[in-house]
C-alpha cells in the first residue's frame, strides 16, 4: 500500500485543497449522518423485536408456559379481526386497516 | 424482500466509489483553466444529476401508485424524493464551495443554474409537511403521488429553461462546441456518475428495507395487541 502511494503523483494541495478537500469530507460526513441516524432505526426495531419475541416466548395469557402451542392450529392462525384489537385513530374512522400486508410503514 | 441484493449492491457501489475517486485524484489531469477546485466537479455534478433524476423516478413511481392503488409504489416514490432531497442537500454545499473556490462567493443569485436548483430543491423539502399533514393514509398517499408527478414533471422543464438561458459564469461542460471535456476527464466523470448512482440506488434500497422491517414490526405488535381477558393490552405499548 505504501509503494503504491508513494507511486502516485503528488496532488497540488495549494490554495485549491482545503475547498476540494472541504467538499469531499462535506460528501463524506453526510453519508456518516445518514448511516448513523439508520443505524438507531435498526437498534430501535432490534428492541421491539426483541420485546415482542420475549412476549411470543412467554405465551398468551391465560395459557401460562407453552401450552399456547397446544391450541388447534385453526385457531393460531386466525388473523386478529379489526373489531377485536384496539383500533388506530383511521381505523376507527374508516372501519379497516390502515395498512395493506407488506407494505412498507412510510 | 426489499433486502434481496442489497449485500452485493454494497459491496459494488463500494467498489465503484473508490475506483471513481482513484481516477478523480490521480488520473484525471488538472483542469487548464480551474486547475484543483475542477475535481469537485466530479462529486457536485454527479450529485446534482443523480437528484434530478431521483425526483423524476419519484413521480414515475407515483404514477404507478395513482394507476394501481398499491401502496408500495407510493413508498418507492417516497423514499426515492427522500433521498433525493438529501442528496440536494449535498449539491448545494459543495456548489457553494465551489463557488466560494473559484468565483470568490458563496452564492450568486444572478445565475439560474444555482437558483432553479435552489428552487427545484425547496419545492421538494415542503413534500414532507405536505404528507404528512394529511392524516388519513390513503389520503396522504394519493396526494402526495400528485405531488410527486406536478414537481417531477416541473424538474426537466425547469433544467431546458436553464439550458436556454443565456448564462454568465456558470460552465458547460457538456458542450458539443468550443470543446468539452477531454476522453480522461469523460471516463472520470462517468466513473464517479456510476458511483453516485449506485450509491443513490443502494441507499433507497436501504431506506425502504428498513421502513419495511420497522412496518412489520408495528404489524407483528398490532396483531398481538389483541386485548387480554381482562381488558388490558398483551404488549408493553410502543417505544419512540
Known amino acids: ?106 | 424482500m426489499y433486502g434481496k441484493g442489497l449485500k452485493s449492491l454494497s459491496i459494488a457501489t463500494t467498489f465503484a466509489l473508490v475506483a471513481a475517486l482513484a481516477l478523480v485524484f490521480f488520473y484525471a489531469p488538472l483542469d487548464g483553466d480551474q486547475g484543483f477546485i475542477q475535481k469537485i466537479f466530479y462529486l457536485h455534478v454527479p450529485l446534482a444529476i443523480t437528484a434530478l433524476i431521483g425526483f423524476v423516478v419519484g413521480g414515475v413511481f407515483a404514477i404507478a401508485h395513482l394507476r394501481s392503488g398499491d401502496s408500495r409504489w407510493d413508498a418507492y416514490s417516497y423514499v426515492s424524493i427522500h433521498m433525493s432531497v438529501i442528496f440536494g442537500v449535498a449539491v448545494l454545499i459543495t456548489g457553494s464551495i465551489w463557488a466560494k473556490a473559484s468565483w470568490g462567493h458563496w452564492w450568486v443569485w444572478d445565475e439560474p443554474t444555482l437558483v432553479s436548483f435552489l428552487i427545484v430543491f425547496l419545492m421538494y423539502a415542503t413534500y414532507y409537511p405536505f404528507r404528512y399533514a394529511i392524516e388519513d393514509r390513503d389520503q396522504q398517499a394519493r396526494y402526495a403521488s400528485v405531488f410527486a408527478i406536478v414537481a417531477g414533471a416541473f424538474v426537466p422543464l425547469n433544467f431546458m429553461a436553464v439550458r436556454m438561458a443565456q448564462s454568465l459564469v456558470h460552465p458547460r461542460v457538456f458542450a458539443t462546441t468550443n470543446g468539452g471535456l477531454p476522453g480522461s476527464m469523460m471516463l472520470t466523470f462517468l466513473a464517479s456518475l456510476l458511483a453516485i448512482g449506485l450509491l443513490w440506488v443502494t441507499l433507497v434500497k436501504f431506506e425502504l428495507t428498513a421502513k419495511s422491517a420497522s412496518g412489520q414490526v408495528k404489524r407483528l405488535r398490532r396483531a398481538l395487541d389483541a386485548p387480554a381477558p381482562g381488558g388490558r393490552s398483551r404488549v408493553a405499548p410502543e417505544v419512540g
Open chain 1, 1 to 106: 500500500m505504501l509503494v503504491l502511494l508513494g507511486a502516485t503523483p503528488a496532488l497540488p494541495l495549494d490554495e485549491a485543497g482545503k475547498y476540494v478537500a472541504g467538499a469531499y469530507v462535506v460528501f463524506l460526513a453526510l453519508i456518516v449522518v445518514y448511516v448513523a441516524i439508520m443505524a438507531a432505526k435498526l437498534q430501535r426495531i432490534e428492541r421491539e423485536l426483541r420485546e415482542l419475541a420475549s412476549f411470543a416466548e412467554q405465551g398468551l395469557p391465560g395459557m401460562p408456559g407453552r401450552e399456547a402451542e397446544d391450541m388447534p392450529a385453526d385457531v393460531k392462525a386466525q388473523p386478529v379481526p379489526v373489531s377485536d384489537r384496539n383500533l388506530t385513530p383511521s381505523e376507527a374512522a374508516t372501519g379497516r386497516p390502515d395498512r395493506v400486508q407488506g407494505s412498507p410503514d412510510v
